[in-house]
């Protein structure tokens, strides 16, 4: 059972990437999924979650209003659309799953994380 990120690269200042997380070796449809960043030098940081139904999700701060979370149960995958990206959101980008809590900031201590994907922005 994992998780599989990718979509990650490098972008100008402005540009979009989408980053999705392909989950294998059993359904994650009935997960809370979520995306946590990590750059260098700091701590792993929430960006956003969202509920198994797409009901909710959440964001952090920092993104509000230029990332957006999606997910397609029918395919396993979880994505994160990046848009109007800056410098500031380059890190390794991580994806992470938890059928009994819900993905957020307050924690990290989830059962499954991907292996992470790299975005580098560029001013």
């Known amino acids: 059972v994992q998780l599989q990120a990718s979509g990650g690269g490098s972008v100008q200042a402005g540009g979009s990437l989408r980053l999705s997380c392909l989950g294998s070796?059993?359904?994650?449809?009935?997960?809370?999924m979520g995306w946590f960043r990590q750059a260098p030098g700091k701590e792993r940081e929430f960006v956003a979650s969202?509920?198994?139904?797409?009901?909710?999700?959440y964001y952090a701060d920092a993104v509000k209003g230029r990332f957006s979370i999606s997910r397609d149960n029918a395919k396993n995958t979880m994505y994160l659309q990046m848009n109007n990206l800056k410098p500031e959101d380059t890190a390794v980008y991580y994806c992470?799953?938890?059928?009994?809590?819900?993905?957020?900031?307050?924690?990290?201590?989830?059962?499954?994380w991907g292996q992470g994907t790299l975005v580098t922005v560029s001013s």
């Open positions: 992470v799953a938890d059928r009994s809590i819900p993905i957020s900031r307050y924690t990290t201590r989830y059962d499954y």
């Open positions: 070796g059993r359904t994650f449809s009935r997960d809370d």
């Open positions: 969202i509920n198994w139904s797409s009901i909710n999700s």
